[in-house]
């Protein structure tokens, strides 16, 4: 089976255009999370999403946003995008929400904002 | 707020030394606990956990014990290997089923 898919893999935007970000969960698996890595920290939470409804919101910007479509994959968009933006976006899937199942990450989508 | 503290590196070890990566925690109730490890160029993967305190996780050589007293959660392995080399990432659940990490801790390691 494959694991969590993202795309693109890297992504160069300038200040203040607006990114989408995409990823398909393993198969089977009903909740997807978004999380921001800027190098050399730790994942911080962005969005849960379980059955196509949101489920967690983390301590970001109304400029961030998800959706979770019916064949469960996910979209990330980030308007106005700033240069602190940058980072790696990795998506996480798992079989349940809102009880903790294992999250499967994906590789990730590195965004550079010049 | 919750948070988790790991201790920062990079860390150098040879290879069949012992290592130990300290973690500790903050958070209301009774958190899970994990470590991820992501290798270069690869997602983060789910490494070894504990659900309740005194429990003990282990993969690959790899052990942590849930330790409620002290709220650490330290990662040992008696023999690493150049392979080990990643970096390594302390983490919680905590009670709205967030996914809380720390910073990070490069592990390198010499043949």
């Known amino acids: 089976d494959a694991g969590v898919t993202q795309s693109p893999t890297h992504l160069i935007k300038t200040r203040g255009q607006h990114v989408t970000l995409r990823c398909s969960p393993i198969s089977g698996h009903k909740s997807v999370s978004w999380y921001q890595q800027v190098l050399g920290q730790g994942p911080q939470f962005i969005f849960q999403y379980y059955e196509k409804e949101e489920r967690g919101r983390g301590n970001f910007p109304d400029r961030f946003s998800a959706r979770q479509f019916p064949n469960y994959s996910s979209e990330l968009n980030v308007n106005a995008l700033l240069l602190g933006d940058s980072a790696l976006y990795l998506c996480?899937?798992?079989?349940?929400?809102?009880?903790?199942?294992?999250?499967?990450f994906g590789p990730g989508t590195r965004l550079t904002v010049l | 707020g919750d948070s988790v503290t790991q201790m920062e590196g990079p860390v150098t070890l040879s290879e069949e030394a012992f290592l130990t990566i300290n973690c500790t925690y903050t958070?209301?109730?009774?958190?899970?606990l994990f470590w991820y490890v992501q290798y270069p160029g690869e997602g983060l993967q789910l490494l070894l956990k504990a659900t309740k305190a005194d429990d003990k996780g282990s993969n690959k050589g790899f052990e942590a014990t849930y330790r409620k007293e002290t709220t650490s959660f330290h990662l040992e392995k008696g023999s690493v290997q150049v392979s080990d080399s990643a970096v390594y990432f302390c983490?919680?659940?905590?009670?709205?089923?967030?996914?809380?990490f720390g910073k990070g801790t490069r592990l390198h390691i010499l043949p």
């Open positions: 958070a209301t109730g009774y958190p899970s």
């Open positions: 983490a919680l659940e905590n009670r709205d089923d967030k996914i809380i």
């Open positions: 996480a899937s798992s079989a349940k929400s809102p009880s903790y199942n294992e999250q499967f």
